[in-house]
């Protein structure tokens, strides 16, 4: 069975949503306090959404700096998962896991709200539920999602196929560049994304087009190739 880290730090809010989409996927899914150095040989890393330290500074800015994130980084190097939604990718992108930067909206206004996005890339550990291109509608929750990134990043990014979720044209609500919704590293492993899957992830909550992504973790071999989750 996959086992999954959920890191919590102060001002998370979404890391009991993602548990329990981890655990309804058929994955074993286990906290792990910022303080924590000892990622408790998990395979998967989730860092959830929220408002980690309350995005003093900027999002993510001093969570990048608590004691799991060295485990997270060398987790990372030696190819494990790792997981950033919402505060998880700003975290992600500040700790330079990922390409690009979060900053404020472009309306200068908190958005929460169900979005349609596009899923873009479906070789990862999260996202080999889906097929290419599939299109769900999955909410957002953040003031400083608009995803921003250099030109020479940007057209790696694209000449790659690094791109992972892409807002559908005219629902982007943060006016990211490019329609960016999410990304992954060079090497795939790292995956980050500002839409809440989690949150559409049971029936009961109204939807559960999100499972998907933790049913790829949950399907995911460590090493290795997603495993069949039909």
């Excluded at 994955?27 to 860092?47: G, K, S, Y």
């Excluded at 994130?69 to 330079?96: D, P, R, S, Y």
């Excluded at 349609?116 to 003031?143: K, L, N, Q």
Aim: aromatic share 10%; with cysteine.
């Amino acid at each position: 069975m996959v086992r999954v880290a959920v890191v919590r730090f102060p001002g998370s809010n979404c890391d009991w949503d993602a548990y329990h989409a981890v655990e309804n996927a058929g994955a074993e899914a286990q906290f792990v306090w910022h303080r924590d150095t000892d990622l408790q040989q998990a395979d998967v890393v989730i860092l959830p959404g929220g408002f980690s330290y309350g995005d003093y500074l900027r999002s993510g800015a001093i969570a990048r700096f608590s004691p799991v994130m060295q485990a997270v980084q060398k987790h990372a190097a030696a190819g494990g998962a790792v997981l950033g939604i919402c505060n998880g990718f700003q975290i992600l992108c500040e700790a330079h896991l990922l390409p690009g930067a979060l900053v404020r909206n472009d309306r200068l206004t908190f958005v929460s709200r169900p979005v349609w996005v596009r899923v873009e890339r479906t070789d990862t550990f999260c996202t080999s539920a889906y097929a290419r291109g599939t299109a769900m509608r999955i909410p957002v929750a953040h003031g400083d999602g608009c995803y921003v990134a250099d030109d020479d990043t940007l057209r790696l990014l694209e000449a790659e196929g690094r791109v992972v979720l892409r807002y559908i044209r005219g629902e982007n609500p943060n006016g990211s560049v490019a329609d960016i919704a999410g990304v992954s590293n060079a090497a795939g492993n790292v995956v980050g994304f500002m839409p809440h899957p989690e949150r559409y992830a049971d029936p009961l909550t109204g939807s559960d087009v999100g499972a998907g992504f933790f049913r790829s973790i949950a399907g995911w071999i460590p090493g290795g190739a997603a495993r069949s989750t039909t």
